[in-house]
């Protein structure tokens, strides 16, 4: 149901159409609420770029019926001991790789259409394991997930794997969380690049979006992960370069650098990063008025081939739903569960995703779900939360 053929409402005319029911939501609001005109300004000038809401996110109330209809679904939480043998096959392929071009030219077909075909996709696979393994779900110990994280995160030739995590569980605990969720596009992205050549650049350098957005929101504390995810890159680099002359080069370091760029451009598995909580569905006035609590779709699915090099990461809803759920164990999930999951928005294509993205004008950077508060940090950070950390234990509940 809900591919991703389907399209928005535009944010003008979901302005146009919220004052048109109703006297719009910033007026409705400052009725019940008692806003001041300055507020309603400020409401009205955020409620054009982003859909707002103040209902809960879907996922906890999801998951809790789910477990209620189906409890036998909690038997597929736990480690898949599978993922530290695919992580050490894919940096392996990609030693390999760069080995094989350390004397091919930079500016070489050969070079970009490997990059291009084997680097990024083998990437992209290194991101979401990464994705993975920040929610335990490769040993049971912590300590080895950390590891293993740092370990994949090798080829990718910049160490993230360490911040990245306490982002990410924040993403989960804080969905849609203005202020929290650093996956969410600020509102001068959605302003400066809601064009064409706007979301097309957005697009092809969005894993630098990815990966500076999070530290202009709020910065994570320095820990002694992070401190052994940059040095063991730095030092993995510089031997790269460096030590084994004849067999690595600087053409090796700039293959995995190139990889990890083509793997966030304009590349089919790219697209499961818009794909999974951009809104693709038509939004009625009445439920772009955060007034009514209505629940506008948030999170969409993929369930193609694709998902094979991805760690099935397209099952976002069950994923979102049950992170303590592994890669392997996904389809087992919507299986069991398919009468919560069937009806659900889904696109059916991630390259489609894309080209949706740049060229329907209905869709771009400020179709995404917004919540002003709830929400808690992972790991602390230089921001306070706005309700209270996480403890360690509940990270992964």
């Not at 036998?72 to 392929?93: N, R, W």
């Not at 650098?257 to 009625?284: D, K, M, N, Q, R």
């Not at 919507?334 to 999951?341: P, Q």
Request: charged share 15%; glycine share 6%.
């Amino acid at each position: 149901m809900a591919p991703s053929t389907t399209t928005v409402t535009s944010s003008s005319s979901k302005r146009k159409d919220a004052a048109a029911n109703g006297n719009g939501a910033a007026g409705k609001l400052a009725a019940n609420g008692g806003l001041s005109p300055a507020e309603r300004e400020s409401l009205e000038a955020k409620y054009k770029d982003f859909f707002w809401t103040y209902t809960e996110e879907p996922h906890r109330t999801r998951r809790l019926a789910i477990i209620k209809a189906h409890p036998e679904v909690t038997k597929l939480c736990g480690p898949e001991p599978l993922t530290k043998y695919v992580v050490t096959g894919v940096v392996a392929l990609q030693f390999f790789i760069a080995h094989y071009l350390h004397d091919v030219p930079f500016f070489s077909f050969k070079f970009w259409a490997l990059a291009y075909v084997i680097g990024a996709t083998a990437n992209q696979n290194l991101f979401l394991a990464i994705h993975e393994i920040s929610h335990n779900l490769a040993f049971r110990s912590p300590l080895y997930n950390r590891l293993l994280a740092v370990f994949a995160n090798l080829p990718i030739g910049l160490p993230y794997s360490a911040s990245f995590r306490p982002y990410h569980l924040t993403h989960h605990k804080s969905l849609g969380v203005d202020g929290l969720d650093t996956d969410l596009p600020t509102a001068l992205e959605a302003f400066f690049l809601d064009s064409i050549l706007g979301k097309a650049f957005f697009c092809t350098f969005q894993i630098f979006f990815y990966a500076v957005r999070p530290m202009t929101v709020y910065q994570v504390p320095f820990t002694w992960v992070s401190f052994v995810n940059l040095t063991v890159q730095l030092a993995f680099d510089y031997v790269l370069v460096k030590l084994i002359p004849g067999f690595f080069s600087v053409n090796s370091l700039l293959y995995l650098l190139l990889s990890s760029f083509l793997a966030g451009s304009l590349h089919p598995l790219a697209g499961h990063f818009i794909s999974e909580h951009y809104v693709y569905e038509t939004v009625t006035p009445t439920q772009a008025d955060p007034g009514n609590g209505i629940p506008i779709p948030e999170t969409f699915s993929y369930y193609g081939p694709l998902n094979f090099f991805a760690y099935n990461v397209g099952y976002h809803n069950e994923h979102h739903d049950f992170p303590a759920v592994p890669w392997t164990r996904l389809p087992a999930l919507k299986k069991i569960a398919n009468e919560f999951y069937d009806d659900l928005p889904q696109h059916s294509s991630w390259p489609y995703v894309l080209w949706q993205f740049i060229f329907d004008q209905n869709v771009g950077l400020q179709c995404r779900v917004k919540r002003k508060a709830g929400g808690r940090v992972v790991g602390g950070g230089n921001i306070q939360a706005k309700v209270a950390d996480w403890k360690d234990t509940e990270i992964e509940a």
